[in-house]
């Protein structure tokens, strides 16, 4: 059983940086995908971006193209999620998921473990 926790979340001002992190227990973490999620007040919970094992392929949805860059260190056991240019629409809680496979899977239903989620809040 693989146990997530994120870190690194807050209250930034739009237009600002923000790194998120997933510290992820397990022996088997450098042969997961890694991905985050988000999920704004009243809204469903939407794909952000998405790793394979080696981090030599990655994908994010098309909101946060350009601005966020998904990494990981399997050193670490961690992967993160650096987010520049926030935008107030960037406001949600943010949650890391593991998937089995090598699909970079942007639903729901492809992961199969859970972070409880961080608060990341862009104001202006």
């Known amino acids: 059983q693989v146990q997530l926790v994120e870190s690194g979340g807050g209250l930034v001002q739009v237009g600002d940086s923000l790194r998120v992190s997933c510290l992820a227990s397990?022996?088997?973490?450098?042969?997961?995908?890694m991905g985050w999620f988000r999920q704004a007040p009243g809204k469903e919970r939407e794909f952000v971006a998405a790793?394979?094992?080696?981090?030599?392929?990655?994908s994010y949805a098309d909101s946060v193209k350009g601005r966020f860059t998904i990494s990981r260190d399997n050193a670490k056991n961690t992967v993160y999620l650096q987010m520049n240019s926030l935008k107030p629409e960037d406001t949600a809680v943010y949650y890391c998921?593991?998937?089995?496979?090598?699909?970079?899977?942007?639903?729901?239903?492809?992961?199969?473990?859970w972070g409880h989620g961080i608060q990341v809040t862009a104001s202006s």
């Open positions: 998921a593991t998937a089995p496979g090598s699909r970079l899977g942007r639903r729901i239903d492809d992961y199969n473990y």
């Open positions: 397990g022996p088997i973490f450098n042969r997961l995908v």
């Open positions: 790793i394979n094992w080696s981090g030599g392929s990655t």
